[in-house]
């Protein structure tokens, strides 16, 4: 690989982590080993600041919600825009695959490569036994590469956490504001700063 590997100091032994160095990879690392057959489709792993984070199998609620999303969105979503499923988006230091994503184009937009921020309006995860990492490590990568609008489809406390402002690369990127949606309430979608529809939130949850 033509990019050097940087190492990060080791960390105390927890839950069975190595005590020794490990490597964090770029981005362009990743997609090198991806290349060369290192890491292919049946590799449940996404590239986070930098780590290779094993994705979490999906309960069949998590897989329905995330149909039931996805149909809702394309309803919505106006021309120029469609919406896609765990599919990667290009990060400075991550390549996430969120469960849904609204990204401009069609189909055929992104053959050479995948979207980048700019080309994203809203990324959504479906959250269960992920909802930490989507509340933290995912919602700071998003933050840093200003994802303009973040959903969490929240199913332990059965709501829509939306986080919009994000901060963009500081020390500790976040998102200004959040509000929660819940089962009573509609829940607009924002594509391009624009209000495009909005969606009943009991008829996304399960």
Same mark, same amino acid.
Not at 115 to 125: C, G, W
């Given at each position: ?60 609620? $998590?897989?329905?919600? @995330?149909?039931?999303? =996805?149909?809702?969105?394309? *309803?919505?979503? %106006?021309?120029? !825009?469609? #919406? ?47 909802? $930490?990492?989507?509340? @933290?490590?995912?919602? =700071?990568?998003?933050?840093? *590469?200003?994802? %303009?609008?973040? !959903?969490? #489809? ?53």
């Amino acid at each position: 690989m033509s990019a050097a590997l940087q190492t990060v100091p080791a960390a105390p032994a927890a839950n069975g982590v190595p005590t020794e160095p490990i490597v964090r990879l770029s981005v362009k690392q990743y997609h090198e080993m991806i290349g060369a057959g290192i890491l292919g489709d049946d590799d449940a792993v996404e590239l986070l600041e930098g780590w290779l984070v094993q994705k979490m199998p999906k309960k069949p609620s $998590h897989s329905a919600v @995330t149909r039931l999303v =996805r149909k809702a969105l394309m *309803a919505r979503v %106006p021309k120029g !825009w469609y #919406v896609d499923s765990q599919e990667p988006v290009t990060t400075a230091d991550s390549e996430p695959e969120p469960d849904l994503l609204v990204m401009r184009g069609d189909e055929r937009t992104y053959r050479t490569r995948h979207p980048r921020p700019k080309d994203v309006a809203l990324v959504v995860e479906v959250s269960d036994v992920t909802l $930490h990492r989507d509340r @933290t490590l995912k919602k =700071r990568i998003h933050a840093r *590469a200003k994802i %303009p609008v973040y !959903w969490i #489809v929240n199913l332990i406390e059965g709501h829509v956490e939306v986080y919009t402002g994000p901060s963009g690369p500081r020390p500790a990127p976040d998102y200004r504001r959040r509000r929660d949606y819940g089962p009573a309430d509609e829940l607009p979608v924002l594509i391009g700063r624009k209000e495009v529809g909005r969606l009943a939130v009991r008829e996304l949850l399960p």
